[in-house]
């Protein structure tokens, strides 16, 4: 192989692995806010807020990034919001 395969090679290696990193930072976060969700004192007002919050949030990181960072952004938004009704609606 030559010199610049090599290189780039090596750079594919350290963005896989930065990757993975970040996979499993995202991963450990999700299961914390799960918990929140669970035990939150009051989900209405967990809901209500994030209902209100989330317009400002999505609008601040709508032109941030590639259409990758959007789309992902706007699906873990969604996610969330799902998972905080989900605890909003349990007895």
């Not at 400002?56 to 952004?73: K, T, V, W, Y």
């Amino acid at each position: 192989m030559t010199s610049e395969i090599t290189e780039i090679l090596e750079r594919l290696h350290a963005c896989e692995a930065a990757l993975e990193m970040h996979r499993g930072y995202l991963k450990a976060m999700e299961y914390g806010l799960r918990v929140s969700f669970l035990t939150h004192q009051d989900p209405v007002i967990l809901l209500d807020t994030w209902t209100r919050l989330l317009p400002s949030i999505a609008h601040s990181h709508e032109r941030e990034g590639s259409q990758q960072f959007a789309a992902a952004f706007q699906q873990s938004l969604t996610v969330l919001t799902e998972q905080i009704g989900t605890e909003c609606k349990r007895p």
